[in-house]
């Protein structure tokens, strides 16, 4: 399908609604909705006076010639992490698919793409509004989410540049590669770095109890593994150095930790680069200085307000503090999406916040919003580390990131965690990678609690993807036969030259049918058992 002016657009505001057939210049009351068709999409741009605008919808109607006449299965994508649910399905008209939509004939486990049709619906990263689609047999169709929270936006005249449109239609080639190919033509400023991104994590065998003596202890370990490593790896601290557990204050420490600095500077001096984890506005506490109510969450005043200015201050200093005067090299920094819209993204079937209320300041949608607190985070580290984004809305932070945490939490004890989100996000987002930043598919944790032959697959997935691999191994029980097999993988993933794609993942949410590096090979995420997702 050809991209042009949609056939009908409906424009939603506190005020009432207004639909009509499409024009490059639409207006209902004081709300004007303008379109251009130019090189890069179809630009879409919004002016208000005094409604407050909800919605804006796009609908596109196919020709004849569009109407695709073959079995057709579909892919959207997610808000924000990925939950183990993606999946290629049949159309389901009331399917909403946030960003992305692809639609895309045969099987890519079959080896002849010979008639092979993908074609791609979606927006350019960083959009205005939180935009989802619905695909159906007669045509597709785009909502534009401009709310302000869970409100109506208030323009006040200001003209907003809500989104870029881009088709894309790619012939004979794998939904894969046509994706891989299509995620690229969406984000032209993807941030690079300049090495490969590997290491350790702590939070899979931690969960939260931890110490400065452990972590010196972790990165001793890693460091062993890493020996003779050109690319050093990097040691990052997760959950459980601040005072509180999972919250503020960020200059406070638990009596396990007497001295951030130094800690990070003996990381680097065993040849470990040092990261850190924070919530940047979460104050279950109300610990945080010099907040006034009005920086506080309407919808929740445990919750700082992104919007407000106090608060964009608050999380710079916060950075500035880890990078510039403690000296971390990566700072991933988690929870913002749930923090501020109040709900995670998965079960979200069309609105990434529940109606009834708004952010401080209500001249903004929830995306620019969004958009101005990553912003804040990238420039506050002054280049001097990576941002590694978890609960991110990967589409608005594309570009404001270095790597996406992009799905839920794997696991160091159930299995079933690990192969439900973690191979699922790894072969449906592996398109992102180094199109909007690096994919990290999250962690390969090693305890005694999971099977080293079920582990050892996802660590061989992991290393072999060419995404970073990062390890959570509880030090006691690592086996001689796992430091063997560890060394290898981290000596493989430092330089990341490997290519893996999903074969039948059209088929399977679990894809088991891989290819790597031109060969086929199999994984068997399930031992003789079977899953155990219903354990009762």
Not at 130 to 147: A, E, I, K, P, S
Not at 343 to 366: E, H, V, Y
Request: proline share 4%; aromatic share 12%; net charge negative.
């Amino acid at each position: 399908m050809q991209l042009r002016i949609p056939d009908r657009v409906k424009i939603y505001t506190e005020f009432g609604n207004g639909e009509m057939a499409a024009a490059e210049t639409l207006s209902f009351n004081d709300v004007k909705v303008d379109m251009a068709l130019q090189e890069d999409g179809l630009n879409v741009w919004l002016t208000a006076n005094e409604s407050p605008v909800r919605y804006v919808r796009l609908r596109w109607n196919f020709k004849d010639e569009e109407v695709r006449g073959e079995a057709v299965r579909v892919l959207g994508d997610e808000w924000e992490r990925n939950y183990g649910n993606m999946e290629w399905r049949g159309i389901a008209t009331r399917r909403c698919m946030p960003w992305v939509c692809a639609v895309s004939n045969g099987s890519d486990s079959c080896p002849d793409t010979r008639g092979r049709l993908t074609e791609c619906f979606g927006v350019k990263v960083r959009p205005a509004a939180l935009c989802f689609w619905q695909y159906d047999v007669q045509g597709v169709t785009l909502w534009l989410d401009v709310r302000c929270g869970g409100s109506g936006v208030l323009l006040n005249g200001r003209k907003l540049d809500v989104c870029t449109v881009c088709f894309g239609e790619y012939r004979n080639m794998t939904a894969f590669h046509a994706l891989k190919a299509y995620y690229r033509t969406l984000c032209d400023d993807a941030l690079t770095v300049d090495h490969k991104v590997y290491g350790s994590n702590n939070w899979y065998y931690a969960y939260g109890k931890t110490s400065q003596e452990e972590i010196l202890s972790d990165s001793k370990v890693l460091t062993e593994l890493c020996e003779g490593l050109e690319n050093r790896p990097y040691m990052v601290l997760d959950d459980g150095w601040q005072l509180n557990s999972c919250d503020a204050p960020w200059d406070k420490l638990r009596d396990t930790f007497t001295d951030m600095k130094a800690l990070a500077d003996q990381i680097r001096q065993m040849g470990a680069r040092p990261g850190i984890w924070f919530r940047p506005l979460a104050d279950h506490h109300r610990l945080v200085e010099d907040m006034a109510e009005e920086c506080r969450c309407k919808r929740d005043p445990l919750m700082l307000d992104p919007s407000h200015p106090r608060v964009l201050a608050y999380v710079k200093d916060t950075v500035n503090r880890l990078v510039c005067q403690w000296g971390y090299e990566l700072i991933k920094h988690d929870f913002s999406t749930y923090d501020a819209l109040g709900c995670w993204g998965n079960g979200r079937i069309a609105q990434l916040g529940d109606d009834g209320w708004c952010f401080w300041d209500r001249t903004k949608t929830s995306a620019e919003i969004m958009i101005q607190f990553y912003r804040t985070i990238l420039e506050a580290a002054e280049g001097k580390a990576l941002i590694l984004g978890c609960n991110v809305i990967g589409h608005l932070a594309a570009g404001l990131t270095h790597l996406n945490r992009t799905g839920d939490d794997t696991s160091g004890v159930d299995w079933e965690r690990v192969r439900f989100y973690g191979v699922n996000t790894l072969a449906f987002r592996m398109m992102h990678h180094e199109a909007f930043y690096l994919v990290d598919a999250d962690c390969l944790g090693i305890t005694e609690s999971i099977p080293w032959e079920l582990n050892r697959q996802w660590m061989q997935a992991l290393y072999a993807s060419g995404t970073p691999l990062f390890v959570s191994p509880k030090p006691a029980d690592l086996t001689d036969l796992q430091r063997e097999e560890l060394r290898v993988a981290y000596a493989c993933n430092s330089v990341q030259k490997d290519v893996l794609e999903p074969l039948d993942w059209m088929e399977n949410s679990t894809p088991c049918v891989w290819r790597l590096n031109g060969q086929e090979i199999r994984f068997q995420w399930a031992d003789e058992n079977g899953p155990n997702s219903f354990a009762p």
